[in-house]
Every structure is written in C-alpha cells, then in structure tokens.
C-alpha cells in the first residue's frame, strides 16, 4: 500500500496541545487511567492505533515507575522530542497534583464519615469495570500477537482465578505466568 492512499496519522499540533491533552487524561482517571489512556489517545485523538497502544502499553509496564507516567513520556517525546516529555508529564501532574493535596486536607476532617467511605468503595468498583472493559476493547490487537488470542486470553482467565479466587500474591503470579507466557513467545519467535 503506497502512503499516498494512507491517510495522515492525526498529532498533537503543539506543545500546548500535549499539556492540556494529558491535563485532560489525568482530571478524568481515578484509581487507574489505562481505559481513560486507550480511549482519549487511541479511539478520540488518534495519536496512537490499538497495537501501538498495546506495544507501548506493555514497554510502560515493564519499566520502573508509573505506567501511565512512562506512557505519556513515551507519546509526548514521539511526537516533540524531550521538550514534549516533560510537557506530557507536567499536563499529567500539575493539576491532579494541586486537587489532590487540596482533597487530602479535606479528607483528613471527613475520613469517618459513612458517606466518604461509601464514595471510595463505588469509585473503585467503576475503575474495575472501566479496566475491564478495556482489556475486552484490546482484545482484537491480539490477532498478531505470537501467543495467539486464545492463549493470551487463558493467561488473562489463570491469572484472574489465581489472584481473585485462589488469593495468590499478584506479583508471584504475574512472575510465574509471565515467565511461561514469555517462554512462549519466546520459543515462538526462534
């Protein structure tokens, strides 16, 4: 396919553009960003396409630190160097940063409250389904993958009866399946 019948990757227009993009992605995430992450980059902006989300998604959680955090470091240099890094990261810490210190100070008064403790518990079961649903939206960026769909999907199924059901320590787990889900690919790829 020549590039001519391609049509033009959408990008951010400028460093503006990635501040308020990522200002945006963070005021919207709570507990967890990755769905608000595929949706606002992937299926709003364009910036990215499902497998490159997946790609970059998997490079941002093998490395140390947040993964949204290196994520938006990875995007925000793709398209304007280290000046577009640190303006991603800034978009992404600048304001949450400041309502999260102001909430701290208010929770601090209203921790006991019934009503408080009643928020949190809906809040982070809105995340798990939002989380959930993204992984179902990710699934056809599998269809290239070297595991093979269904293989992906019965490490997913392990790994969720293992933690959420047989109440195995995650990271044993995670260590355990990712080393055989690698081998896998591994020999796979030989």
């Known amino acids: 396919m020549s590039t001519e019948s391609q049509p033009a990757r959408a990008r951010p227009t400028s460093l503006?553009?990635?501040?308020?993009?990522?200002?945006?992605?963070?005021?919207?995430?709570?507990?967890?960003?990755?769905?608000?992450?595929?949706?606002e980059m992937v299926e709003r902006k364009r910036w990215l396409t499902n497998e490159e989300f997946v790609?970059?998604?998997?490079?941002?959680?093998?490395?140390?630190?947040?993964?949204?955090?290196?994520?938006c470091l990875m995007i925000g240099n793709r398209y304007f160097g280290l000046p577009g890094a640190l303006m991603a990261l800034a978009g992404l810490l600048?304001?949450?940063?400041?309502?999260v210190l102001l909430m701290a100070a208010?929770?601090?008064q209203f921790a006991q409250h019934p009503g408080v403790?009643?928020?949190?518990r809906g809040m982070s079961a809105v995340t798990s389904g939002l989380i959930f649903a993204t992984g179902l939206k990710l699934v056809p960026a599998l269809r290239n993958h070297p595991l093979t769909r269904r293989l992906a999907?019965?490490?997913s199924a392990l790994c969720f009866v293992c933690v959420a059901l047989l109440k195995l320590p995650l990271v044993y787990v995670l260590l355990g399946l990712g080393?055989?889900?690698w081998a896998l690919v591994f020999r796979k790829l030989k």
């Open 55 to 71: 790609e970059d998604w998997a490079v941002a959680q093998i490395m140390p630190g947040p993964n949204v955090i290196n994520l």
């Open 179 to 181: 080393a055989i889900s």
């Open 117 to 120: 403790a009643g928020a949190l």
């Open 153 to 155: 999907l019965l490490f």
């Open 106 to 108: 208010v929770y601090v």
């Open 16 to 39: 503006a553009d990635i501040f308020f993009s990522f200002t945006v992605l963070a005021l919207q995430g709570f507990g967890g960003v990755v769905a608000i992450v595929q949706r």
């Open 94 to 99: 600048m304001i949450p940063l400041i309502i």
